[in-house]
């Protein structure tokens, strides 16, 4: 069974400060790798996709994938009050054909304290 | 303005009656999929489509089905099978359906069982 791991929180930051969200996976083959933000009662929006070892910086955001490791983790500088969510680490499948089957974790919830 | 639109909001299903969700996109997506999320979890794969008249059971396909008659609509049905249909349910659509592929998510429907 593919497994995505995050820790559930709260994560409790003050604002300005910045938040650092794991996740974990179990299948060696993922290529792709993605972060989606979820408000309370709304549907998931993509923040970062990430594709190979390393960093990805978009804003406030950055994403960092190590592959070895089988980690991947978000870091949100200058945190609002705005990033108040639950942050969904989402890993294909793994499997190299023309499928686009996501396993995602089960959300860390953060929130960013004025 | 182009996106994904589910209907209703919300549904209540009565015991043994079933029940249609609807999903709509005019992104020009030949891939749809249909996700549940239970509270405080993250989201689990129903089935999926990567092109009209053809689609695959996900994970948790049990007590579901779902039709692609049209590029634009991809509908899921809940049936009496399903003993525990009380939860959240996303439909997203990616371009083609490749892996690494970024999947964009629809408003949800949230099922409530009377």
Redesign the interface.
């Known amino acids: 069974q593919k497994e995505v791991e995050q820790n559930s929180g709260p994560l409790s930051v003050p604002e300005g400060a910045i938040a650092s969200l794991n996740c974990t996976y179990s299948d060696r083959g993922s290529q792709s790798f993605f972060w989606y933000r979820q408000y309370s009662g709304k549907s998931p929006e993509l923040i970062m996709s990430i594709y190979s070892n390393g960093d990805k910086e978009d804003g406030r955001f950055t994403a960092q994938l190590n592959k070895a490791s089988q980690y991947v983790s978000l870091l949100i500088r200058d945190s609002q009050p705005s990033d108040s969510a639950t942050y969904l680490c989402a890993v294909n499948s793994g499997i190299k054909a023309a499928v686009n089957k996501l396993t995602f974790g089960g959300g860390t919830r953060v929130l960013v304290k004025p | 303005d182009g996106g994904i639109t589910q209907s209703p909001k919300y549904l209540f299903r009565k015991e043994g009656q079933n029940v249609t969700l609807s999903c709509e996109q005019n992104l020009n997506h030949d891939?749809m999929y249909w996700?549940r999320q239970d509270p405080?979890?993250?989201?689990?794969?129903i089935y999926?489509s990567?092109i009209v008249n053809d689609f695959q059971k996900?994970d948790i396909a049990e007590g579901y089905s779902v039709s692609r008659e049209k590029k634009e609509s991809f509908p899921l049905t809940v049936t009496s099978a399903q003993k525990n249909p009380t939860a959240f349910y996303?439909c997203a659509s990616?371009i083609?359906?490749?892996?690494?592929?970024?999947?964009?998510?629809?408003?949800?429907t949230r099922l409530l069982v009377l």
């Open positions: 891939a996700y405080g979890q993250g989201l689990r794969l999926y990567h996900g996303l990616s083609s359906g490749q892996e690494g592929e970024t999947q964009y998510f629809g408003p949800g």
